[in-house]
């Protein structure tokens, strides 16, 4: 972990939006913003995609992020590389310490396969990304990849298994990302219920962005 605080001030943030528990939001941020990510009542996943706004086939590449900080886990000094392998954002301030990059976005399938049958109608996060995609017109289907699990806890295991355990942030906990181009940022205030990963209460989420 690697904490650090920020002297960001949220009334001086120039965009500033809550996102419902549960729901999608897709917006921008421009190259040379810094944007937080804000867990305002703790224990609330956050699933995130970005994008290259001016040529959106470039994405986030969790392969080269991780293979290049040689750790599966995201805090304060990560750089989130793209397809392409180019620097998309930096996180430079957290005050939770860790996000997880491996357990990805909940579906109707996973929660299928990972709980029972009658779990199908769920919503889910895979369900947000695409009802915002397909409101916003540049993101398909095919553009929905692997995702970062913002404030989530999914420990790696000594056997190399996954598992979702209870959250390690708290209200107000927050990371903020500098963008290094003009970004898509596709979030999913993920909706699950079956696991701990939302302390079994899906909660609100604040966006902020600053110049």
């Not at 001030?9 to 921008?28: C, K, M, N, Q, W």
């Not at 180019?86 to 299928?112: F, K, M, W, Y």
């Not at 003009?182 to 909706?191: M, Q, R």
């Not at 219920?193 to 604040?206: K, M, Q, V």
Request: hydrophobic share 35%; aromatic share 8%; glycine share 8%.
């Amino acid at each position: 972990m690697n904490l650090v605080v920020s002297n960001k001030v949220a009334d001086e943030a120039i965009f500033r939006h809550t996102i419902s528990a549960g729901e999608p939001y897709l917006f921008e941020v421009k190259e040379g913003q810094t944007l937080r990510l804000h867990d305002l009542e703790g224990n609330q996943a956050i699933d995130t995609l970005f994008y290259n706004a001016d040529a959106p086939r470039e994405r986030y590449d969790p392969q080269r992020t991780l293979r290049r900080q040689g750790n599966v886990y995201l805090t304060t000094g990560s750089v989130l590389y793209s397809n392409l392998g180019n620097p998309l954002l930096t996180i430079v301030a957290d005050t939770c310490g860790r996000h997880d990059t491996l357990g990805g976005a909940c579906a109707q399938e996973s929660n299928t396969v990972r709980y029972a049958a009658d779990r199908r109608h769920m919503h889910s996060c895979r369900d947000n990304f695409l009802c915002a995609c397909l409101h916003d017109g540049r993101l398909q289907k095919r553009d929905i990849g692997a995702n970062i699990n913002f404030f989530m806890n999914v420990p790696v295991t000594p056997e190399g298994g996954l598992t979702f355990e209870d959250g390690i942030s708290a209200p107000g906990k927050y990371v903020e990302l500098l963008a290094h181009c003009n970004v898509i940022v596709l979030i999913s205030n993920c909706p699950q219920l079956n696991n701990p990963c939302n302390g079994w209460n899906p909660t609100p989420a604040e966006v902020l962005v600053w110049n």
